[in-house]
């Protein structure tokens, strides 16, 4: 069902948030250092800045490039593809998914284990992650980024299934 006019300058102006997100956080990461208590090295001090200039200059290109767009032209997502093209871009994603989980659980992992076994008195991880570990233990923090992952990829595989259950494609 084609979008109302109203709809599509509503998408085309929720469009202008993600830059202004990266242009926020860059300068956010450039303010880093003067709030920042404790000693401060010449190298993490140049690799924020880095940081913050690459945010900010990516959020400055995509606040230029959205600009230019027609605010009449629908946001498209994966369901806008044709079928064919869909079905591989689930498949990309589901090939993807592990990948980018598996460092994430084994930092995870590694940062816990060093609480638990190593007595280290104190570690970054996610707030989820710190929640389930202060009140569930280790084993249930530990599960947690594999467990999110595989739900992920059980998403994906079921709409994958869903249009293979549609109709015949062309794979």
């Not at 230019?68 to 498949?91: E, G, M, N, S, Y």
């Not at 994603?93 to 940062?111: K, Q, S, W």
């Not at 923090?141 to 549609?166: D, N």
């Amino acid at each position: 069902m084609p979008l109302s006019p109203a709809q599509t300058k509503l998408n085309h102006r929720i469009g202008y948030l993600y830059p202004i997100i990266y242009m926020v956080g860059g300068v956010a990461v450039l303010a880093m250092p003067l709030f920042i208590d404790g000693p401060k090295d010449l190298e993490g001090a140049v690799f924020l800045v880095l940081i913050g200039l690459g945010l900010l200059g990516w959020g400055a290109f995509s606040l230029w490039r959205h600009r230019k767009l027609d605010p009449t032209t629908p946001v498209h997502t994966i369901d806008d593809l044709p079928v064919d093209q869909r079905v591989r871009a689930l498949r990309r994603m589901i090939l993807i998914v592990p990948i980018a989980f598996t460092p994430l659980a084994a930092f995870v992992g590694y940062e816990l284990a060093q609480v638990e076994y190593a007595g280290a008195k104190n570690v970054r991880v996610w707030a989820p992650v710190a929640f389930l570990y202060n009140n569930f233990g280790f084993c249930p923090a530990v599960l947690f980024v594999p467990a999110a992952g595989l739900l992920l990829i059980m998403f994906l595989a079921w709409k994958l299934r869903t249009i293979r259950e549609a109709g015949p494609t062309r794979t």
